[in-house]
């Protein structure tokens, strides 16, 4: 009864077992029982090594089937006919393609599937096809190997040109200039310390240089300067000189040796330099007041106008862009431009009949009023290459009130004046026109300005004396 109930046992348990092992082989094998698949063909032209029968088929990276056939086409033996389960569930559109990928590590290959957009078509199976053919295009290391024999052969070429080049002729020119190169770098080697006080010397120089520029600047600019000195000079040449007694004779004109000796000297320096010589143009302001100005009984001194040193010139001004300026070259104005301002706004208000009596500060009168200008633009700009150039003057102005030195009005004013050709002479015909705008308008609101009006009258005294 013993072996008979052991028996028994033995029997159950390999039933069990048994059993389990086959409910086990059909829960592992349920998806594949249930899954579905759909067949789609793939032509490939090229190899196709390590694609085998149950390769894996992944669309964008995402395991979706497996390879049911690899083939020879039997329509065309350059081509390899893939055929592969996808499941159903995936849709292939017609914009999807499919190529061979390789493991590099292990050198298995599978089907990747890539592209496909929303709005595609889904695709299908056409007459005379008989399953849906997924188009194929070429992996990169297919691309890679395709071309290799292309690159070889264009290394080849490459080396056959570069032995072309370094033949033995080549090669001895190229041995020849790198001994010339070791030859000079060993001569400045050995002259390094000559080449260093050289440098040294060189930048001396220029520290040289750059402080007499600085000094140069600075008499020229500072006040009582080289450029006030000049300015003085050349008024004091317009006003009568007495002649030392010793240069004259009994009647008191210069002695002809006198008159002889300045001839010579002016023609030895017209001989020794000839200063260039350029077109003289005369600033003629616009000037036309539409309605008669109120009169006042103050009288005005007009001061020199204040101007950057790139204006503060006879030279003829243009700008090409906001930060450069320039000048014409065969044209200039016939004084600085701070004095034709000044000599235009004197006019204005003489020829505006308002003010009694105007005249300039730097001759020695008394006033009421002193007019001070600062100069902030006076050149024609070059704003497009198309047309001709646009004339600025920008002005800005203050009435000062005498003897205290109070500033009672301040107004900025600017004109633009478009030229009507490309030439100097229509250039300096829109400066005339912008300078006259400018002009009437300091005018018209200098007599206008409340200060002024308080010293309105109908009988004045002129009231310019010269100061002693």
Request: glycine share 6%; hydrophobic share 45%.
């Amino acid at each position: 009864m013993e072996t008979r109930a052991h028996y028994v046992a033995v029997g159950a348990f390999v039933l069990a077992i048994v059993t389990l092992a086959f409910v086990a082989v059909l829960w592992l094998a349920r998806a594949q029982l249930t899954t579905q698949y759909a067949l789609y063909d793939i032509y490939f032209t090229g190899v196709v090594s390590g694609l085998r029968e149950g390769g894996a088929v992944e669309y964008n990276g995402v395991p979706v089937g497996r390879v049911a056939e690899v083939r020879i086409s039997p329509d065309n033996v350059e081509r390899i006919r893939v055929t592969v389960e996808i499941e159903t569930t995936v849709v292939i559109k017609q914009d999807a393609a499919a190529s061979v990928e390789s493991n590099l590590l292990s050198g298995v290959s599978f089907v990747q599937i890539v592209g496909g957009t929303q709005d595609a078509p889904v695709l299908t199976a056409q007459a005379g096809q008989r399953y849906p053919i997924i188009r194929s295009h070429r992996s990169r290391l297919a691309s890679i190997s395709a071309r290799a024999p292309q690159l070889l052969e264009k290394l080849n070429e490459t080396a056959d040109h570069l032995n072309e080049l370094l033949d033995e002729k080549n090669r001895g020119a190229i041995t020849e200039s790198l001994d010339n190169i070791r030859g000079i770098t060993a001569a400045v080697a050995e002259r390094k310390k000559d080449i260093a006080e050289l440098s040294a010397n060189a930048n001396a120089a220029v520290i040289t240089l750059n402080s007499l520029l600085h000094d140069v600047d600075q008499s020229y600019m500072d006040p009582a300067g080289l450029r006030d000195s000049l300015t003085g000079g050349i008024a004091d040449f317009d006003r009568p000189r007495r002649v030392p007694p010793a240069m004259t004779g009994p009647s008191g004109r210069p002695h002809r040796w006198v008159v002889a000796l300045v001839a010579v000297l002016c023609a030895g320096c017209g001989i020794l330099s000839e200063a260039p010589r350029r077109q003289l143009y005369r600033a003629d302001p616009t000037l036309s007041f539409a309605a008669p100005l109120p009169h006042t009984a103050a009288q005005l001194l007009v001061a020199v106008p204040n101007a950057p040193a790139g204006l503060d010139t006879a030279r003829i001004a243009l700008s090409r862009s906001a930060v450069s300026l320039d000048y014409f070259a065969d044209a200039e104005w016939t004084d600085r431009v701070p004095l034709l301002v000044q000599s235009a706004m004197i006019e204005g208000f003489e020829r505006s009949g308002a003010v009694p009596a105007v005249g300039r500060d730097s001759a020695g009168l008394r006033a009421d009023f002193i007019l001070e200008t600062d100069i902030r633009d006076f050149s024609a700009v070059y704003d497009s290459p198309a047309q001709p150039p646009l004339v600025s003057v920008v002005v800005n102005v203050k009435l000062i009130r005498i003897p205290e030195r109070k500033i009672v009005g301040q107004r900025s004013t600017n004109r633009r004046q478009r030229a009507a050709a490309n030439a100097v002479p229509d250039v300096v015909r829109a400066f005339d026109a912008a300078l006259g705008g400018v002009v009437e308008e300091v005018v018209g609101w200098a007599v206008t300005n409340t200060v002024l009006s308080g010293r309105r009258g109908s009988v004045f005294w002129p009231r310019f004396v010269h100061a002693d």
